[in-house]
């Protein structure tokens, strides 16, 4: 019930297109999913982030969908740069003590130019 | 601010014998992690505290320990390293604050520590 599904392990998109990725969880007492963004031999970086009494964040390029219903989010990637070849996490966590993330098990992007 | 720091960044261990993962920040957050990533997988998370003195175990605890003398310092400890441990370990740290009316949990996480058991 901890787990956070991710899909595709990998992507191939051209600079300028749209590069999307998914999520689905099952625990409904989650309430933050964040998007990381990790590059090669860094740790991750929040990218952006949404709670779930709103179905839409947008922040410049970066827009995560959420669907409360079908407990599915995703990130979507306008206009996809080469800058933002890179793997990206999907997680989310819960008011609990330790409120620690549950990962998703990443997406690794690649935009040629 | 330096944010979170680890060291070392590299380290080859042979089984059996024990190390240290260092792990600090400056920002004075109360809540500190730590995970292990395995390639092609999800951060895992191995310990947690929410303050100074106060530490618990998450997901994947055993072969490991940590300890929280003080609010910037939370080190992870391996006894005896196996060949299982082989990973990269993130330490990360964040702060309960209240921000626009919601709490906020962002993360922090450092550069990380490759380590190889062999």
């Known amino acids: 019930q901890q787990q956070v599904k991710q899909s595709p392990q990998s992507l191939i998109v051209q600079k300028g297109g749209i590069s999307i990725i998914n999520c689905a969880y099952e625990n409904t007492a989650f309430d933050y999913f964040p998007w990381y963004q990790q590059f090669p031999g860094k740790g991750p970086a929040l990218l952006i982030a949404?709670?779930?009494?709103?179905s839409e964040k947008k922040e410049g390029r970066f827009t995560i969908s959420f669907n409360k219903s079908a407990k599915q989010f995703s990130l979507h990637i306008m206009d996809s740069q080469p800058g933002d070849s890179a793997t990206y996490f999907c997680a989310a966590s819960m008011d609990t003590g330790r409120r620690a993330l549950t990962f998703g098990s990443g997406t690794r992007l690649q935009v040629q130019p | 601010n330096a944010g979170v720091t680890q060291t070392p960044k590299f380290r080859i261990l042979k089984i059996g014998q024990s190390m240290t993962l260092q792990c600090a920040q400056d920002m004075n957050h109360n809540y500190m992690y730590w995970y292990r990533q395995d390639p092609g997988m999800g951060l895992k998370l191995i310990y947690y505290s929410v303050g100074a003195g106060i530490t618990d175990k998450g997901e994947v605890p055993n072969g490991y320990n940590v300890s929280r003398s003080t609010t910037e310092d939370f080190p992870l400890r391996l006894e005896l390293a196996a060949p299982s441990q082989t990973s990269v370990y993130f330490c990360?740290?964040?702060?309960?604050?209240?921000?626009?009316?919601?709490?906020?949990?962002?993360?922090?996480f450092g550069p990380g520590t490759r380590l190889t058991v062999t």
């Open positions: 990360a740290s964040s702060y309960r604050a209240l921000g626009q009316g919601a709490v906020t949990y962002e993360q922090y």
């Open positions: 949404i709670r779930p009494d709103v």
